[in-house]
């Protein structure tokens, strides 16, 4: 989802146990591409029927079994171990060991080499008209390679895939940052675009990428001297390396537990039976508190004594000190690259070519929503104001300078919302569990493939894996299948926990969606699709990776029970998963999710909508060991539980985009010398006052900074966008058809191919907002609800 040069990045069922099948009958049923019962029943089942799956996928199974004990033995699975493999990851048929990733790795770059000059010396008229598509084809070639290492550095549990991919990474990171600045191919590219007698027969598309790719190559800094350029591979490279490891390391807290000494821990009314759970010290003096888990957000909810919650709260939310030098150095470093590129901030230089497209824009959105929203914030914090002011029997004379956002401390928040939830006798926890019975993964899968059929003619379709094809074999694969077109893309689905794995829910796109170029001989490495018109083209291949825990639910099966905000993460992800395979471009630079980056978040939020609509709940949810439907009143009301909050949590999403712009603004050239990350984020905490914390390091933990540099606020601006298009499209029918179709015809197909103004108003049916500028941005920022 991130554009860095002529790389266009990506940045829970019935209860009674089924009869076991077979392999073979298993992979008919569910193979097998009808309409029947069945099929319905194979997707449910390939998540909740733990018998059902292990069965039909006891090879992979096996497999992973002699993989362990191979590398118990030599602690590598090298080239000898392959020959138990039958392909390799995503039947790609190098990726069966570290090894064989290298390989691909080096085979990959030899292609890049053979393209490169073959495009340098190929002066012909119809060398140059095929230029700009030899130039999308190198880039893919890079792409594969890329987004593959950085899925299995992210996400691959042996530690040598890791180690294999995060090499190959670098490598062809660096190498890619050199065509960056390769002035010849930058000359060239020029001249076809400013040559008539070409250009017209060039289709859009390839206009459109050439273009792109040609103002990438001048953010380059391509013409300066050779050594600024040398500099700007050189800091690009520091850049994605310090970038990762900041981003590998935002899950540890500063330390595991805080230690309060036993009087103070029984002087603070806390409940014996959270009190019981809690270990002392070897002396026996202290108590020790986790700072992470559920014992940690239980003291938090039941503790009066706000001293200890305090420093519990700024426990849970700090980093350990290394990961602020990570931060501090990533922030120097982009801001050393914008200087010398002649820019005055990060922040300016990572805006060219995005919706927004200055600082000065950002940050009005983000002041306009922060105006709009505090007053809404400080509105929803009075009960707990009121409350604190009460159970700390605060005199008048004390207070009377305090408003509400001057009392309420982010410590605050869970205790007196358990206070204020005991006093309305309301019994949200249990609601929780309650209406997670209704919500399997299976069933949340079979709904999210019934929407997909209803709204747009697609429907998710389980298939067993090859030998190899996953990283795990808990993974399920899944074919996305057109009614019209058939396959038209894979799905990995690697939900549910175990360990090592981490618990942030992540989308990746292996592959884009992409034609076959053409002499594109060795199809191998790739899967194939076929267009209605007969072309073929590369399958979009995703991996969607969360954490979903199963537990014991009845006669001792074992299922996976989401809660409503687990459904709607499943429902984001799943969200740009469908923009990868419904976009129909023909070029991978323009291909699904490689589009601006604050446009990219639009579908996946827009997903979010459904997940909190009760019609398509209704839909979904059957109770896990009767099957009854979830009674509407109990998600009505468990939905309007979950609006508790909600313009807090805007306000500190408004918080986080005006941060990351802080972080990446002008005054960091100006001020290096003086730059101290931590105060940076405390001041503008106190700043904008909703639920102060300045007491933690959270900053560090935020690990979107590398990811969206100077582009959050695109949450909040997609929010805003996807607001109007459920309005518009989706509110009244969420399952409808012609809704669907006109998202599918107006955003997804174009994917970056189309300006993103031009999506909205054809979408919109507002031809105003097509040229974008400040009234556009006004209008979107006008949304009643985000």
């Known amino acids: 989802m991130f554009k860095t040069g002529i790389l266009k990045r990506n940045l829970v069922a019935n209860s009674k146990r089924v009869r076991l099948v077979t392999t073979r009958h298993l992979a ?36 992973a079994s002699l993989k362990g004990k191979f590398l118990s033995n030599i602690g590598n699975i ?41 495009m ?28 593959l ?22 490598e062809m990171f660096e190498f890619m940052n050199v065509l960056n600045t390769d002035v010849n191919l930058c000359n060239k590219l020029r001249t076809v675009l400013n040559t008539p007698e070409v250009v017209c027969k060039l289709s859009s598309e390839e206009v459109k990428v050439g273009k792109i790719l040609l103002e990438d190559f001048e953010k380059s800094g391509i013409y300066m001297n050779p050594e600024i350029r040398e500099q700007f591979i050189a800091l690009s490279q520091e850049i994605s390396i310090v970038g990762q490891d900041f981003i590998n390391n935002t899950d540890f807290v500063r330390t595991n537990y805080i230690t ?67 931060l501090d150095q990533l922030v120097r470093l982009r801001a050393v690259l914008a200087f010398l590129m002649g820019k005055k901030s990060y922040a300016e230089y990572q805006l060219e070519g995005k919706m927004a497209k200055s600082p000065e824009e950002v940050t009005d959105f983000i002041d306009s929503l922060i105006k709009v929203t505090q007053p809404k914030a400080k509105q929803e914090l009075g009960f707990i104001s009121d409350l604190k002011r009460k159970h700390m029997d605060l005199p008048p004379s004390e207070t009377s300078n305090l408003d509400t956002l001057d009392i309420v401390r982010p410590w605050d928040r869970d205790f007196y919302h358990t206070i204020y939830s005991i006093q309305q006798r309301r019994q949200s926890p249990i609601d929780d569990q309650q209406i997670s019975m209704y919500f399997t993964l299976g069933n949340v899968m079979q709904g999210l493939s019934d929407l997909f059929h209803q709204i747009y003619g697609i429907r998710l379709e389980p298939v067993i894996a090859q030998k190899g094809e996953t990283w795990s074999p808990e993974v399920r694969r899944l074919n996305v299948v057109s009614d019209e077109e058939g396959v038209i893309g894979v799905v990995y689905c690697d939900l549910f926990e175990r360990d090592g794995k981490t618990s942030n829910p992540s989308h990746f796109t292996v592959c884009c969606s992409r034609q076959i170029y053409p002499k594109e001989n060795d199809l191998s490495t790739i899967q194939i699709g076929t267009n209605k018109d007969g072309t073929k083209f590369q399958l979009p291949i995703i991996s969607l990776v969360c954490n979903f825990a199963s537990s014991v639910v009845s006669f001792g099966q074992s299922l996976c029970l989401l809660h409503i905000s687990e459904i709607e993460t499943l429902f984001h992800e799943m969200g740009h998963a469908m923009h990868s395979m419904l976009g129909r471009t023909r070029l991978q630079n323009l291909s699904g999710t490689r589009c601006a980056t604050d446009f990219v978040e639009l579908p996946s939020i827009l997903m979010e909508h459904f997940a909190r ?57 100006t001020g290096m010398d003086t730059l101290d990350v931590v105060a940076l984020y405390q001041n503008l905490e106190r700043e904008l006052r909703v639920l102060v914390d300045d007491q933690s390091t959270w900053c560090g933990r935020f690990g979107h900074l590398f990811g969206y540099g100077a582009t959050y606020y695109s949450y909040l601006f997609d929010r805003a966008i996807a607001s109007k298009v459920w309005e518009s499209l989706f509110q009244e029918d969420p399952f409808s058809r012609a809704g669907g179709q006109r998202f599918k015809e107006y955003v997804l197909k174009w994917g970056g191919a ?33």
Request: aromatic fraction near 8%; include cysteine; charged fraction near 25%.
């Open 613 to 669: 609509d009760t019609r398509v709940l209704r839909q979904i949810g059957k109770h896990c060991n009767t099957g009854e439907p979830v009674p509407e009143s109990l998600l009505t009301n468990y939905l309007q539980d979950l609006q508790y909050m909600q313009y807090c949590e805007t306000f500190s999403q408004a918080k986080m985009a005006m941060l990351d712009q802080r972080l990446h603004g002008k005054e960091i050239i």
């Open 120 to 147: 340098k010396n190929d002066e012909t008229p119809q060398g140059l008209q095929n230029y700009i598509l030899r130039l999308d084809q190198l880039s893919d070639t890079l792409c594969r390679v890329i987004d």
């Open 260 to 326: 309060v000494d036993c009087e103070t821990i029984h002087n603070s009314g806390i409940n014996q039976l959270i009190l019981s759970q809690l270990s002392k010290d070897i002396k026996g003096k202290h108590y020790k508190i986790p700072t992470h888990g559920y014992i940690a957000y239980s003291v938090l909810r039941a503790c009066p004594d706000e001293i200890v919650r305090k420093k519990l709260w700024t426990a849970m939310h700090s980093c350990p000190d290394k990961q602020i030098v990570r």
């Open 754 to 786: 189309k300006d993103p103004w031009q999506c909205i108003a054809d979408v919109l049916d507002q031809p105003e907002l097509s040229q974008g500028g400040t009234d556009a941005m006004q209008f979107i920022g006008r949304s009643e609800e985000l």
């Open 149 to 170: 290492c950085e899925f299995i550095r992210s996400s691959h549990p042996d530690s040598h895939f890791v180690d294999a991919a995060q090499d190959c990474h670098e």
């Open 28 to 63: 008919t049923q569910v193979n097998k591409l009808s309409n029947s019962n069945g099929q319905v029943e194979s997707l449910r089942r390939t998540f909740d029927d733990a018998d059902y799956w292990n069965e039909a996928n006891k090879q992979n199974y096996a497999l």
């Open 78 to 118: 090298g080239s000898s171990g392959t020959q138990h493999l039958e392909t390799g990851l995503f039947r790609n048929p190098y990726l069966t060991s570290p090894d064989g990733l290298r390989k691909f790795s080096r085979q990959s770059l030899n292609q890049a080499y053979e393209l490169l000059e073959d």
